[in-house]
Nanobody, 123 residues
Framework: QVQLVESGGGLVQAGDYLRLSCAAP????????RGWFRQAPGKEREFVAA???????YYADSVKGRFTIFREDAENTVFLQMDSLKPEDTAVYYC?????????????????WGQGTEVTVSL
């Protein structure tokens, strides 16, 4: 396990944008893929996006074309740029480190879940 720290959440209006950050102070987080998941009130945690060490990226259909995942290696940080936000994007967003083989969409292949950052999108 390593420490991952999310930030960048907030309250915005529909159509606005936010950039979430997932910082890893421990260099041990390097060399692994990292994913973003979200959990809305009363709903199960769902996959949002992931980026592998090879820079291959994956997105949920619901965010494709609006969200972009990328990383800054020098900062050991992964970002989630969220554009054209919708009320249905409202959730707590978590990042995690992919440590097991398997589907990037499966939360069980990740560890080191952060504390989450809350995103609220109003009409």
């Amino acid at each position: 396990q390593v420490q991952l720290v999310e930030s960048g959440g907030g309250l915005v209006q529909a159509g606005d944008y936010l950039r979430l950050s997932c910082a890893a102070p421990d260099r041990a987080a390097s060399g692994h893929g990292r994913g973003w998941f979200r959990q809305a009130p009363g709903k199960e945690r769902e996959f949002v996006a992931a980026i592998m060490w090879t820079d291959v990226t994956y997105y949920a259909d619901s965010v494709k074309g609006r969200f972009t995942i990328f990383r800054e290696d020098a900062e050991n940080t992964v970002f989630l740029q969220m554009d054209s936000l919708k009320p249905e994007d409202t959730a707590v967003y978590y990042c995690a480190r992919k440590v097991k083989p398997g589907s990037v969409y499966d939360a069980s292949v990740y560890d080191s879940w952060g504390q989450g950052t809350e995103v609220t999108v109003s009409l």
